[in-house]
């Protein structure tokens, strides 16, 4: 599979919200498998990830300083960290099968 990059603008700001809300939403169809669900947090994490591309938006007069490769930079981040969590919890859980000692 290759990346291809073409420039063709960039999006309104609420066009962008709408694409990060629906990257953040199938984030979190799978993680909540795993974490469990959590009232409001696609809600949380899409006005974060907006309100520091504003921010960043504020510091350069270059729009493409953001994009949404940073929302889907923020989904991996997050994804990974979900899943050591998932793993560290399902160690424990065979550990304590096991009946080692849980640290």
């Given at each position: 599979?290759?990346?291809?990059?073409?420039d063709f603008g960039s999006l309104s700001v609420s066009v962008e919200k709408?694409?990060?809300?629906?990257?953040?939403?199938?984030?979190?169809?799978?993680?909540?498998?795993?974490?469990?669900?959590?009232?409001?947090?696609?809600?949380?994490?899409?006005?974060?990830?907006?309100?520091?591309?504003?921010?960043?938006?504020?510091?350069?007069?270059?729009?493409?300083?953001?994009?949404?490769?940073?929302?889907?930079?923020?989904?991996?981040?997050?994804?990974f960290f979900a899943d050591h969590i998932r793993n560290k919890e399902l160690?424990?859980?065979?550990?304590?099968?096991?009946?080692?000692?849980?640290?």
């Open positions: 599979l290759q990346v291809r990059i073409f709408k694409y990060s809300s629906l990257i953040i939403q199938h984030m979190l169809k799978d993680v909540t498998k795993t974490i469990g669900e959590y009232e409001g947090l696609e809600r949380f994490f899409t006005k974060l990830i907006c309100r520091a591309q504003d921010f960043m938006r504020s510091c350069k007069n270059e729009k493409s300083f953001v994009s949404l490769r940073d929302v889907k930079r923020f989904r991996d981040v997050f994804l160690g424990r859980i065979l550990q304590a099968k096991e009946g080692k000692k849980i640290s």
